[in-house]
């Protein structure tokens, strides 16, 4: 089992005034959490609610303004249909069981991703949250769900090609503003962290464009065990790092 990091020696170096507007997660590790212990896959997943509970609770008293969360990704639909049938599930049931609890938080709940390719019930319940949740701004709770960093570039081109057919849009105009305007929540920053449980390094075709200047922090927890401990450890290896942004550091 991994150790939990010190939260009160963390909480010591943390300062919130430099907290990052956005994080993003990878939410990986739920499958091996759960074959570790002798159980189904799906326990790993409904074990992985509590720790989304918990970060979601942790982003305001942090400074954190937005968190997205790498809910289900347009690759994943290739896993066998009783554990995506599962997760669809699973991901109704704990919106709607949460639902209370995330507007009393102040949470916004909002969704990227192909909507229209998720089952007419969870599509139900994801449009419900939105407009539960709309009038929220303490943090917005973003689920990437049948979510692809490359689809929704694909899906901003055509959204580009078609204002150009149209008449709407100089094709020689289009720059990168243009393109961001039309991805699947352009009024969002682009994540300052983006964090990776369970020890993979690597992005996973998740928010390409937006994290093109993201920090990464890699943890060997596993998705199941991640708690506020852990989100602090990856909240001050980001401030114990120096941004450029392509430049030069400050004093250079």
Known sequence: MTQTPDEAALLAQYDSARAPQHVAIIMDGNGRWAQQRGLPRVAGHRAGAESVRAVIEACP?????????????????KRPAREVDALMQLIDRNLRQEAEELHAMGARVRVIGR?????????????????????????????????????EITDACQALAAAAVAGELDPTAIDEQAVATRLYAPDVPDPDLLI????EQRISNYLLWQAAYAELCFLPVLWPDFRRPHLLQALVEYQNRQR?????????
């Open 61 to 77: 008293p942090l400074g954190i303004r937005y968190l997205t969360l790498y809910t289900f990704s347009a690759e994943n639909w």
């Open 244 to 252: 450029k942004f392509g430049g030069l550091p400050a004093g250079s």
């Open 196 to 199: 990776r449980t369970a020890g």
């Open 115 to 151: 909507q229209h390719e998720l089952p007419d019930f969870l599509q139900a319940t994801l449009r419900q949250m939105g407009e539960f949740t709309a009038g929220n701004d303490r943090v917005q709770v973003i689920l990437a769900i049948n979510y692809g960093g490359r689809a």
